[in-house]
């Protein structure tokens, strides 16, 4: 290699002594400092070449050449003219290579890192292709890349190159660091000399990462993460190889590399970030329109809670899952569903849960949702056991049905780096406000089925009852249906002995049951003793906490007794014997409802006991009942068939009249004064008086009835009258909605021997039933009154706001013609603001003017035979201006041969102008607008005109969304879509046109591709010859 230049050595040392007292000022500072230092070297250079040019020729001519001899001076311009610029590019090659030594490498690794960004989309390879560029670039000691991560809602360290992360620490998004990285937006340099004090907690920490140059990466809402690096390493080539040397310090280069690179890598992590979170959130979405989905295919409680937990499985990391309930009639929690580990405990389910276990029960009792990093610490704050040891995070909701809360679903993870996010809790909590609905109608479906099944057995026993006199057989056959109803492991009928009162095992089933036939029991000994003597049922679910329980059975059969039920037989006044359960199977407590169905059974068996007639008596009466209800169920669908307060009262007397077998009756409305009536039969013209006024509360049944809110009978004795002259027997039925009187219905009869009131408890129960549906025509009556007087405000409103707006147009419209004098260019301005509000307010009044009359019924149309053309003539001059105002091209295709349409001309250019105005909004500028119609059969309505005129407006707007077109014909709607509402309009539009064209016999319907562009098609009938 040729030696360097004394003065070039010269330069390289001046540089390298600027680069150490300026490398690290801004890029232009820099720039400055080289060309100053290239052009001192130029000028020093060359002041001592002419020195020595001068110097050298005096010696050669052996006498002195003056400085400013002229050939001397234009040799030396001709010497610099040569050599002045190889001189100039060689120094400035020399400066630029010292100071901006190790740009070029940055550089090159800032231009491969974006090449790659390009073809990497996953946040796995866009942090490793980081670390690589990092690492080669810069050999820190130490590297780590921390992203923010939106599940556990803290920063992360990404993972190496052992594809494990390279830190265990985490920070929380709320941690002072973090904090003060979010707040910096440069390189930062953070080591425990420079420590700031709100740091001061984050010491060791922080000195565990064993970085000291952190680097914020910042995305346009958060920190996205940041870059720690410790000190980077120097390079040096030995033998053909790099090998890594000592430490050395961030030059100003080296940050500006990791600024740029930081930066880029920032946007391509918040992209697939994004990229994720939507991700994510689809299949969170889809999860829960699978679990929807599922609720509604399949009712089996078991299989809803599996469905739940699957489902829950796949979008939360979660070891535990509890669905714990409350069984508010008998005041405890149990589990219907526990995994933990992974595993499903079904030993646990079902089973009464201890007081205060858990946070569940705190969820329930305070109907919110509770999030917590360390289960057992929040269990310990809370001053509950835990249900469960090894669980950190942990987050219940509450299971909501309506405003009932009827348990909690919660969920645990037993990985210590694990949390959940607000965010997850929010999911959990749509997932459980699924499950509590799902969960309330598979009870209902199981107690449906569990009453069914009662009934079965019940109606079945009942059937035996009357077809057998066989009582052992029926006995044993009651008690098995109790026992196995209940669910219980085995049971006892006991009957007393007259003569010595002790009670005899008569029937028995369980493991033990041949051992206890005929065994005797002391008198009031035990839990059924007490039933006995009591005259009570007997519920005992912990028998060895209880000084009642008799433990001699169990001593003798080897039995394990843990819960009693036991009802007394009892036929009237006399209890005869016991019926008895023992041991729930699925481990639950006996309850109240447990005894009300066993007391069924007891009575039952009391009646086979007794005598068979006692059957033929209840199966009546239950048939009767039944027929009542079926009856009742007739009435009710009559009832709810219309609105018409009339009618209703018709029906209810109708059915009053049937039933009570009266001569003559009435029904009417209590009103202050006496009573309306609505309906009547049998009085012929006896109560023509009384159509237009108030019958009076002359009789005293009737103001007793009024006064009490009771039914009255009475036998109206010599000289007593009823508004039937010959009546001898009155009812008179209160119609009550809640605590008041709203009706009477008076049945009279002429014998005196019958009962016109029939059955006064049915009489009773239909007023209750025509209560209700005549209440709800009055409701449905001010209602409709309510929307008259809404509709007829509405229109008033409009019509008085349309004087004042043409005055304002009017004027206006002078003031902008200059009628009154010149304005100026801002008086034009306010001027065209005036009239384009007016313009929009006198279509809103319009609009509203429309929709009122619509509604009210009360537009009227003038159908005529009209030439489509004519229309769409209007139409388009109509519109002119706002399609020019846009350069927008509109076509109308129309055949020849279109035949004349049936329709109102005015409403129908209404109809269009208002379609091809919303095309006109929502198609951009230089767009296409096409108006088409030809002549078909009517395939869109086959109750419509057999031949119709179709009618189609089709644009090249920017379309409709699907979530927007289940709305479009709706009043006020108004779409989401920015672009769709940078349009003006009140969204009464389209109601209004779909409202005009059924009017005229024809149908509206739209397509439409998002983005893409809307085609709306009418219909209007052919006109008639």
Request: aromatic content about 6%; some cysteine; charged content about 20%.
């Amino acid at each position: 290699m040729s030696q360097s230049h004394p003065f070039t050595q010269l330069a390289e040392r001046i540089s390298q002594i600027s680069y150490t007292l300026l490398g690290s000022k801004p890029l232009r500072t820099g720039f400055l400092l080289r060309r100053g230092i290239l052009y001192a070297l130029l000028s020093i250079l060359v002041a001592a070449g002419y020195v020595l040019l001068v110097s050298g020729l005096s010696l050669i001519f052996g006498e002195f050449i003056a400085a400013n001899n002229p050939l001397l001076i234009g040799l030396m311009v001709l010497t610099l003219a040569v050599l002045l610029t190889p001189l100039r590019s060689r120094l400035q090659q020399g400066i630029d290579a010292l100071f901006l030594r190790g740009q070029g490498a940055h550089q090159e690794h800032i231009q491969d890192f974006t090449q790659e960004l390009t073809r990497v989309t996953e946040l796995s390879g866009i942090l490793r292709t980081l670390r690589d560029h990092i690492m080669n670039a810069l050999t820190p000691g130490q590297l780590h890349i921390y992203v923010y991560d939106p599940l556990n809602d803290r920063y992360l360290a990404a993972s190496g190159e052992d594809d494990r992360p390279t830190s265990d620490i985490h920070f929380g998004t709320n941690n002072p660091f973090v904090e003060t990285l979010r707040n910096a937006h440069k390189a930062l340099f953070i080591d425990e000399a420079n420590l700031p004090a709100r740091l001061q907690s984050e010491k060791v920490r922080l000195a565990l990462l064993g970085a000291q140059l952190f680097i914020p990466l910042s995305g346009n809402e958060r920190l996205i993460g940041w870059l720690a690096l410790g000190a980077p390493r120097s390079v040096d080539r030995v033998g053909g190889e790099h090998r890594v040397g000592a430490a050395r310090n961030y030059t100003g280069q080296d940050i500006t590399f990791l600024n740029l690179l930081g930066d880029q890598a920032a946007l391509a992590i918040e992209r697939a970030q994004v990229v994720f979170d939507l991700e994510r959130r689809l299949r969170e979405m889809n999860i829960l329109a699978r679990v929807a989905q599922g609720v509604n295919i399949t009712m089996a409680f078991d299989d809803i809670l599996e469905l739940f937990y699957a489902q829950t499985k796949q979008i939360l990391p979660l070891d535990d899952l509890h669905l714990t309930l409350y069984d508010k009639a008998n005041n405890y929690f149990y589990f219907a569903f526990c995994l933990e580990n992974d595993d499903r405990l079904t030993d646990r389910e079902n089973i009464p849960l201890p007081p205060n276990q858990g946070l569940s029960q705190e969820v329930i009792h305070n109907r919110h949702s509770i999030l917590s990093e360390d289960y057992g610490r929040e269990c310990q704050t809370r001053g509950v056991t835990p249900v469960t040891s090894g669980v950190y995070a942990w987050a219940g909701v509450p299971l909501n049905a309506g405003v009932e809360t009827i348990g909690a679903l919660s969920v645990g993870s037993r990985d210590a780096t694990s949390v959940y996010t607000p965010r997850q809790v929010d999911l959990i909590q749509a997932i459980a406000d699924q499950a509590a609905g799902a969960i309330v109608k598979a009870r209902l479906l199981q107690e449906t089925e569990r009453r069914a099944r009662q009934l079965t057995t019940l109606n079945e026993i009942t059937r035996q009852l009357t077809s057998t006199l066989e009582t052992e057989p029926l006995l044993q056959n009651i008690l098995e249906s109790a026992v196995g109803i209940l669910n219980c492991e085995a049971g006892s009928l006991f009957l007393v002995d007259e003569q010595t009162d002790e009670m005899i095992f008569k029937v028995t089933v369980g493991p033990v049951a041949a051992d206890l036939i005929g065994q005797r029991v002391p008198a009031g000994s035990g839990i059924v003793g007490k039933a006995v003597q009591t005259r009570a049922p007997v519920i005992v679910n912990n028998v060895q906490a209880t000084s009642n329980w008799f433990s001699a059975t169990d001593q003798d059969t080897g039995f394990v007794t843990r819960a009693v039920l036991a009802v007394p037989l009892q036929i009237k006044e006399r209890v005869i014997g016991a019926l008895e359960v023992i041991n729930r199977k699925d481990g639950r407590p006996l309850v109240e409802e447990d005894q009300i169905l066993l007391a069924a059974f007891a009575g039952q068996a009391a009646v086979a006991i007794e005598n068979a007639k006692l059957y033929t008596l209840t199966d009546q009466e239950l048939n009767a009942r039944v027929e009542e209800l079926s009856v009742m169920q007739r009435i009710d669908r009559e009832l709810n068939a219309s609105l018409d307060v009339a009618r209703a009262m018709r029906i209810t007397l109708d059915w009053a009249m049937r039933q009570s077998a009266a001569d003559a009756g009435l029904i009417g409305i209590l009103e202050e004064g006496g009573v309306r009536v609505m309906a009547q039969q049998g009085y012929e013209e006896m109560l023509l008086d009384y159509q237009d006024t108030l019958l009076p509360l002359n009789q005293p049944a009737m103001r007793a009835a009024v006064e009490t809110g009771q039914p009255q009978r009475v036998t109206l004795e010599a000289g007593q009258r009823g508004l039937l002259p010959e009546a001898r027997q009155q009812a008179i039925v209160p119609v009550r909605r809640e605590a008041n009187v709203i009706g009477l219905i008076c049945l009279e009869s002429t014998s005196p021997d019958s009962q016109p009131a029939g059955e006064v408890n049915f009489l009773t129960r239909l007023s209750d039933h025509a209560a209700i549906a005549i209440a709800n025509a009055q409701l449905y009556s001010a209602v409709q009154a309510a929307n008259t007087a809404k509709s007829e405000f509405v229109s008033l409103v409009a019509h008085e706001l349309k004087n004042p707006m043409t005055s304002i147009k009017g004027y206006a419209e002078l003031l902008a013609a200059s009628a009154v004098g010149p304005i100026n260019v801002m008086q034009t301005n306010f001027l065209k603001t005036i009239l384009s509000n007016v313009e929009r307010m006198n279509t809103l009044v319009s609009d509203l003017n429309d929709i009122s009359k619509i509604e009210a019924g009360r537009l009227r149309l003038e159908f005529k035979a009209i030439a489509l053309s004519e229309v769409l003539d209007e139409v388009t001059r109509s519109s002119k201006r706002q399609i020019d105002e846009k350069k927008q091209a509109i076509a109308v295709m129309l055949p020849a041969n279109l035949p004349k349409i049936w329709a109102d001309a005015t409403r129908l250019a209404q109809v269009l102008i208002n379609l091809v105005s919303n095309a006109n909004k929502h198609t951009p500028e230089a767009g296409e607008i096409t108006i088409g119609a030809e002549r078909s059969s009517n395939q869109w309505d086959a109750e419509g005109a057999p031949q119709v005129v179709h009618v189609w407006v089709k644009d090249s707007g920017i379309g409709i969304s699907l979530e927007d077109q289940k709305k479009i014909f709706q009043k006020f709607f108004r779409s989401e879509d920015q672009k769709a509402r940078e349009a003006p309009g009140t969204g009464l539009g389209l109601n209004i046109t779909r409202s005009l064209i059924e009017m005229q016999g024809g149908r509206i319907w739209f397509e439409s591709e998002f983005r893409q562009g809307t085609t709306f098609h009418i219909t209007i009938p052919v006109a008639e010859g």
